[in-house]
């Protein structure tokens, strides 16, 4: 079983590295924003209390979140492993986390901290273009991911655009809430000695050999 969580600044990449994990390991990608965006969609008490929640940029309540990831994870393509995403956000949420696991008789698995530099958090951000039609990420500002023909997406020739919060005002204010929030579940997990602390400030290909490996490896234990 492949339990895996991520735990990463704005544009460290850990988006990019939760597809190859599930690519490759045929595991589900469990997206909190995905699942809340879906339930928006539902002509339902809930529905319409996510869809005005999330309309007005305002936070859904943590004990609706917690009713949804546990629902989700009692779904049939979890029972060999899934990568959760985008949550836990903060000390309390992760407990809360801790909890449903054990109630699902599930483990807590691996947990991936993606370390950059502020710095290189910043080329990357500013640099990041996202196709229109298929989500394809490019970076012009690296060699190795920047699109072959400017404005057009290699994957299927889409429009690539860049998104109105990838800037560096925008980053600061996101990169400061992770500090001050994310970043003490850190310790969180240490304790538990299931975090693996990776060095993202290298290519997307080394980061994820270095994360299969652990993963490989845990699995002979």
Same mark, same amino acid.
């Given at each position: ?67 949804? #990831?546990?629902? *989700?994870?009692?779904?049939? +393509? &979890?029972?060999?492993? /899934?990568? !959760?995403?985008?949550?836990? $956000? ?34 990357? #951000?500013?640099? *990041?273009?996202?196709?229109? +039609? &298929?989500?394809?990420? /490019?970076? !012009?500002?690296?060699?190795? $991911? ?76």
């Amino acid at each position: 079983m492949k339990n895996i969580m991520f735990i990463a600044p704005p544009a460290a990449g850990k988006g990019t590295q939760a597809e190859m994990i599930s690519d490759k390991y045929d595991i589900p990608r469990i997206s909190i924003g995905d699942i809340l965006r879906d339930i928006s969609k539902e002509d339902s008490e809930l529905g319409n209390y996510v869809l005005e929640t999330l309309t007005n940029g305002q936070l859904v309540k943590d004990e609706i979140v917690y009713r949804l #990831i546990e629902k *989700r994870l009692q779904k049939n +393509d &979890c029972q060999q492993g /899934f990568i !959760i995403d985008g949550f836990p $956000r903060n000390v309390d949420q992760a407990i809360q986390y801790d909890k449903i696991l054990s109630k699902l008789h599930q483990k807590v698995g691996l947990v991936f901290l993606l370390k950059m530099d502020e710095k290189a958090l910043i080329k990357r #951000i500013i640099g *990041r273009r996202i196709c229109e +039609d &298929c989500n394809a990420v /490019f970076n !012009i500002n690296e060699s190795d $991911r920047a699109p072959q023909m400017e404005s057009i997406c290699d994957c299927c020739g889409g429009h690539i655009y860049q998104r109105s919060d990838d800037n560096i005002e925008a980053f600061q204010t996101r990169y400061k809430t992770y500090l001050e929030k994310t970043e003490p579940i850190v310790k969180h997990y240490q304790k538990k000695g299931v975090l693996y602390q990776i060095d993202g400030n290298r290519s997307i290909d080394l980061v994820f050999h270095d994360i299969d490996s652990i993963i490989k490896g845990s699995e002979k234990k």
